[in-house]
């Protein structure tokens, strides 16, 4: 599995914003896709948070 940093992490969130910014522009069934896909990148996010470690800990 690919290390997730909190830089990524960060990069999730911000794009999720961005999504939802579209999702309220879009038609109806293209918004609840976006907006889907939104909160699997915070849920993804969430779970870094929750069960990140450090460098130091994995060594």
């Given at each position: 599995m690919a290390?997730?940093?909190?830089t990524?992490?960060?990069?999730?969130?911000?794009?999720?914003?961005e999504i939802?910014?579209?999702a309220a522009a879009a038609p109806e069934k293209m918004a609840k896709r976006l907006r889907f896909n939104a909160n699997k990148l915070r849920a993804t996010a969430d779970d870094h948070d929750a069960t990140a470690q450090t460098a130091e800990a994995l060594t």
């Amino acid at each position: 599995m690919a290390a997730v940093t909190d830089t990524h992490v960060r990069q999730m969130r911000e794009r999720a914003a961005e999504i939802d910014q579209l999702a309220a522009a879009a038609p109806e069934k293209m918004a609840k896709r976006l907006r889907f896909n939104a909160n699997k990148l915070r849920a993804t996010a969430d779970d870094h948070d929750a069960t990140a470690q450090t460098a130091e800990a994995l060594t």
